[in-house]
């Protein structure tokens, strides 16, 4: 049978892709087909060649404009044949056209509870704001920043006079437990969004077990 | 010893009021020393009798003006020596000038984890938007619609398939331990709202537990 394909697009460190790739690769046919970056010094780059992962660089900096950009960056996923794209930490706007040719195979992961929070900074937003809970989201990518569908978010409980150094270490483990629990509720055919009527309430349809009753 | 006095102003059932009552009333050097409604058919006026509680009923349509009824409701709180006001399903807006004049002793319990969802039916608000978390908060009220500093907050994880009478339920639940968790938290000098400065991080400081170090 063939595998559910991924896609992770990253610009830095690569924390999530690690996740993925220790928790999700290789397993229940699930693979990480390739990785891109948009910077050639992304750290993420080396994990993945570590794992024997097809990489690529697609900088800015190396085309005319973003819509070029990003159309070089389509050709390589459609080339890798990807089921889903996969934004962890990807720190880049992606044009509108792109969006919309992966619309509902596309999804980020924000350190947030969104609607709280979307943007630039958002742990900082939050403890700014002075939330007692705050948590992680992942959703499917949509024109809008941080506005498309929910999958999967989780709460965490603030401690008190909270750090902002400890309360990004409680963001970050969160986030490595739900993406890849989130990949594989998608790639078991588990997810499906509602066709979006105006005015209507926005449900992404889950299952609770795999191949078990909503 | 005086005890912390409470005012409590409900418009309707009052089950956030009977968990007070239940719960923190009469303990912990804390008393509720009368109720306010807004409505003279609100449940929670017999709630305040079969407790004891003095009431006094502040409907806008007995007065000239919003400003008039709560100068009146004001002159009530101060004539029962109240050191906290707590809104439980208060229904109604209150005049900037009462705002200002109970400014910091004064909290508000909402059914979703704020800034998420503020206003009028945050649930629906919530349900709509598809959120998988959502909450309670508990927070001090300023001028604006659901801004003010937070005191407390509490996560729920949503069922899947959500329906929308039982996450009333889930949430209602807890508020009714919320609220007096934070009503305990004030009344023992656990609270403080950090002065306020422009751009600044604003921080209620907490207590972690009676006389403890934070």
């Known amino acids: 049978m063939r595998p559910f394909r991924l896609a992770v697009l990253v610009s830095g460190e690569g924390s999530n892709l690690q996740a993925i790739l220790d928790s999700v690769h290789g397993r229940e046919g699930i693979d990480v087909a390739c990785v891109g970056a948009s910077r050639p010094d992304a750290r993420a780059l080396e994990r993945a060649r570590e794992a024997g992962v097809p990489t690529g660089v697609f900088a800015a900096s190396d085309h005319s404009d973003r819509a070029v950009r990003d159309e070089a960056l389509a050709e390589f996923l459609i080339a890798h044949d990807v089921d889903l794209v996969v934004l962890a930490g990807f720190m880049e706007l992606l044009d509108p056209a792109f969006v919309r040719r992966f619309d509902g195979r596309m999804i980020n992961v924000h350190p947030s509870l969104l609607p709280a929070f979307p943007g630039v900074r958002a742990i900082e ?90």
């Open 125 to 214: 937003q939050a403890l700014d704001y002075g939330v007692r809970v705050t948590g992680v989201t992942v959703h499917f990518v949509d024109e809008g920043v941080d506005t498309g569908a929910i999958v999967a978010q989780a709460a965490i409980e603030l401690p008190y006079a909270p750090d902002i150094a400890r309360v990004e270490e409680m963001v970050h483990a969160v986030e490595h437990r739900l993406l890849p629990e989130a990949i594989r509720l998608i790639a078991r055919g588990g997810v499906r969004i509602e066709p979006a009527e105006p005015g209507a309430r926005r449900r992404v349809n889950l299952e609770r077990e795999p191949n078990g009753e909503r």
